[in-house]
């Protein structure tokens, strides 16, 4: 259980992303901006954190798998996010961004040879639908082919995470593969950002962004991913909009619908599926010296 409840506080972290982001840009921030920051200054802190427990070295074999992973997981990732969320709206974004789990399926049966069975297919549809049912209450979705092609790009980008998680967190801790990924990331992203000046609030929102809903959601994320597989910890994340909707509330008077409830409804409903059902076939990664109990948290 403790993998579970690494991913689902994770996945809380993350919920905040929206609306701290959307403070960010309340003081000038654009989304690129956000996005260039959250990887530059996440690298000061994994790179701390790597040298503070002597975990810097990265095999030459393995470099430009990370490399690559920096390029698409952090630059086309945060940045195809913030760019379905511009042209598009928040709740296209997130539905199409929340159909990274069953690309995550499909790739993990293909690749990780993981098990796909009726269960699990079942788990992903009711989380997907309670996902689109939450991302679309109320208001109008303005569906415009650049935000499909952005929010689908996103989701892709988004599923790399799991696999590539689960591909090398054998061999590396998460300060030692971050250490170099988010540098890429930030210099991915650096020829697109127009740097604003900012003030004391703009600030502290991309501080937050970069220490809880980077930092520690992706030292718990991937801690978690150790002990399951990479389809169980992307169907337990999908908790992130309910949080998401519900800071939206409670920020800025947002209100659920009917609608919003009910898929609220459907996306716990199938986390608690996927939770309670035994894993079978594949063995998730065991605990090295990685990211659950790293020094200077």
């Not at 210099?187 to 962004?209: D, M, Q, R």
């Not at 994320?221 to 939206?248: D, H, N």
Request: include cysteine; glycine fraction near 12%; aromatic fraction near 12%.
């Amino acid at each position: 259980m403790i993998g579970y409840l690494y991913v689902l506080a994770a996945a809380c972290l993350w919920g905040l992303l929206g609306v701290v982001s959307r403070w960010a840009f309340e003081q000038g921030v654009s989304p690129l901006e956000v996005a260039f920051w959250r990887a530059a200054l996440g690298a000061v802190l994994f790179g701390s954190q790597a040298v503070l427990i002597q975990k810097v070295r990265l095999e030459r074999a393995d470099a430009g798998a990370v490399l690559g992973f920096g390029l698409v997981g952090i630059s086309l990732f945060y940045g195809s996010y913030q760019l379905a969320i511009g042209s598009g709206g928040a709740a296209l974004a997130a539905v199409l961004l929340y159909t990274a789990p069953a690309i995550v399926a499909l790739l993990s049966w293909l690749f990780l040879r993981e098990p796909m069975d009726a269960h699990k297919v079942g788990a992903v549809g009711l989380t997907l639908l309670g996902v689109a049912l939450v991302s679309l209450q109320g208001g109008g979705v303005r569906v415009t082919p650049a935000a499909v092609f952005w929010g689908l790009l996103s989701a892709l980008t988004y599923a790399t995470h799991y696999l590539f998680g689960k591909l090398y967190l054998n061999k590396y801790s998460t300060p030692t593969v971050f250490l170099y990924a988010l540098p890429v990331g930030a210099l991915g992203l650096l020829p697109f950002v127009h740097f604003a000046p900012k003030n004391a609030e703009a600030w502290t929102a991309i501080a937050f962004l970069t220490v809880a809903s980077t930092f520690f959601a992706v030292t718990l994320y991937f801690a978690g991913l150790r002990r399951l597989e990479a389809t169980r910890a992307s169907v337990v994340a999908t908790i992130e909009p309910v949080v998401a909707a519900l800071t939206a509330w409670l920020w800025w008077g947002e209100r659920f619908s009917l609608l919003g409830y009910l898929g609220a409804g459907l996306v716990l409903a199938g986390v608690v599926w996927m939770v309670l059902r035994p894993q079978t076939g594949a063995t998730p990664l065991r605990p090295t010296a990685g990211p659950e109990r790293p020094r200077g948290l």
